[in-house]
């Protein structure tokens, strides 16, 4: 009697599903003929979608199959690869290391200061922090450039 209450007159599922679904499968699936109309591109999309992460996921795997990519509980800072299969492994740091052993160079300005800008520009700018679309704190830069 309660089974018949629930799937017939509140259209509610009344078991335990074989397995998860998202909300826009159980949406379509639930939905009436007019509904599945309109839901049809993004439920193609949804799906392409979902098929394509799987096939991702299987590529992955099989890249893990033969990727000899390795780990060391003793060393977590570093990644051990081996680019053959007929060499040894070869050691990369994951993080940078503090010291340099080239300095960096000095950058020189590109311009002696601020470049100006169109008087037209200039003009837009005021129009635009009076009336109130640029924040007031902003305000004394735009007042402060230099124009044509």
């Given at each position: ?23 826009l499968c159980e ?12 839901m049809q591109t ?55 290391r503090s010291r ?49």
């Amino acid at each position: 009697m309660y089974r018949d209450i629930f799937n017939y007159e509140f259209n509610l599922g009344f078991h335990v599903p074989k397995k998860d679904m998202c909300d826009l499968c159980e949406k379509f699936r639930m939905a009436s003929d007019t509904e599945k109309a309109a839901m049809q591109t993004t439920y193609d999309l949804h799906q392409r979608n979902r098929n394509l992460a799987r096939k991702n996921k299987e590529d992955d795997k099989e890249t893990g199959k033969t990727n000899a990519a390795l780990n060391r509980a003793n060393d977590p800072n570093a990644l051990y690869l081996k680019y053959a299969f007929d060499s040894g492994f070869v050691r990369v740091d994951l993080f940078r290391r503090s010291r340099r052993s080239t300095p960096n160079p000095d950058l020189v300005h590109l311009y002696p200061g601020p470049l100006s800008i169109y008087a037209a520009k200039y003009k837009d700018l005021q129009i635009l922090y009076i009336s109130g679309l640029i924040p007031s704190t902003y305000h004394h830069f735009y007042k402060s450039l230099k124009h044509e």
